[in-house]
């Protein structure tokens, strides 16, 4: 099921992640002070306000998320940033 832009751009805002804009809206995940490496970008073509599951999958990829079904489970809300700061912690990108 598509996603708009917005909704979650307003996820990645409230789940922690820090914006930096360049061309793209770059959405990266620190440690404290330290830049983890995991981030995602959302681009601010008009062909992207939605983006479907083949984004989505590209996406979860990028955040280190096993699914799309996960990544949408971080959008939509029933994962917490703690729960999914749990998921980078055993892979090893948080201290």
Request: positive net charge; hydrophobic residues 30%.
């Amino acid at each position: 099921m598509p996603r708009s832009r917005s909704r979650i751009e307003k996820s990645l805002s409230k789940k922690g992640f820090q914006l930096e804009e360049t061309h793209h809206r770059y959405w990266k995940v620190f440690d404290g002070e330290r830049y983890t490496g995991v981030y995602t970008f959302i681009s601010t073509g008009s062909g992207y306000k939605d983006y479907d599951d083949s984004l989505l999958s590209r996406m979860a990829k990028q955040l280190k998320l096993g699914s799309r079904k996960e990544l949408c489970d971080l959008i939509d809300c029933p994962m917490d940033e703690n729960a999914y700061r749990e998921i980078l912690a055993a892979k090893g990108f948080l201290k």
